[in-house]
Every structure is written in structure tokens, then in C-alpha cells.
């Protein structure tokens, strides 16, 4: 039994309210908490993904790292997202003028799957299993 109660996974972003608005729309759920610093999104019982500005965790981690802020609309992360119609995740995401990197396609690995980028250059994808791959 894995040790982890809850994945809480944080994107640092250049605009709360962009990244916000964004991710209401993609999601198509409002944000579970949305105050200055931090917005947060429970995708599931056991996932949250917060969305944190670069000048709030440059606050936190002062001068012990890079400033995230020099990394922005560079791809850091991929959010790898199983749904049940990756279809319709398409389609919403087309709709609301999301910057698809890679169309509704079968990957090798077995997944229906669509890649798009948000606001920052983070990616996110959308996929559903519809074979197991081959060995």
C-alpha cells in the first residue's frame, strides 16, 4: 500500500487570474480555492493541482534556486490526465482556443490522446486507454 494519502501538484504561473480563468475552462470545474498566491483544482479524491504565481514561490524559495520566473513558456511539466471521452476534452479544448501541440491521435503506448499548452507553456494531456501496448 503506497504510503501517499493525496498527490497535491502546483504549476508556477506568470498570471493567477489568467491561469485561473484557463483552467476553469478546460476543466470545467471551478477552483476548490482560489485566494492571492494560490488557486487549486481537485481533478479527483486523491489529486489537487494548484496553480501558485512565480512571485509568490520566489518569496518562498529566495535565493535558493532560480527565479521560476526565467523559465516561463518553457515546457517543465507534462499533467498527464486519463479521462472517460478524451472526445469531448477535445472538442472543449478547440472551443475555448486552447494551443493544441498534438491532435487527437493513438499513440504508440496505447492512449488516445491530445497534448495542449496553458498560458505559461505547461503541458497538458488528455487521454483514454484503448489497447494495451505491445511488448
Given at each position: 500500500m503506497s504510503p501517499f494519502l493525496k498527490i497535491h501538484t502546483i504549476l508556477y504561473i506568470t498570471s493567477q487570474e489568467?491561469?485561473?480563468d484557463f483552467y476553469e475552462k478546460v476543466f470545467r470545474i471551478p477552483p476548490t480555492l482560489d485566494v492571492p498566491g494560490?488557486?487549486?483544482f481537485d481533478l479527483s479524491s486523491a489529486f489537487t493541482l494548484g496553480l501558485m504565481?512565480?512571485?509568490s514561490i520566489s518569496r518562498i524559495l529566495q535565493?535558493?534556486?532560480?527565479d521560476p520566473a526565467t523559465g516561463t513558456?518553457?515546457?517543465r511539466c507534462e499533467l498527464y490526465l486519463y479521462v472517460d471521452d478524451v472526445e469531448a476534452e477535445y472538442e472543449n479544448a478547440v472551443?475555448?482556443?486552447a494551443k493544441i501541440i498534438s491532435p487527437l491521435l493513438i499513440q504508440n503506448w496505447g492512449d488516445l490522446a491530445f497534448y495542449l499548452a496553458d498560458p505559461d507553456g505547461h503541458i497538458i494531456v488528455f487521454a483514454t486507454k484503448i489497447k494495451k501496448p505491445a511488448p
Open positions: 489568467i491561469s485561473k494560490m488557486t487549486e504565481p512565480n512571485s535565493d535558493q534556486t532560480p513558456g518553457i515546457p472551443e475555448m482556443g
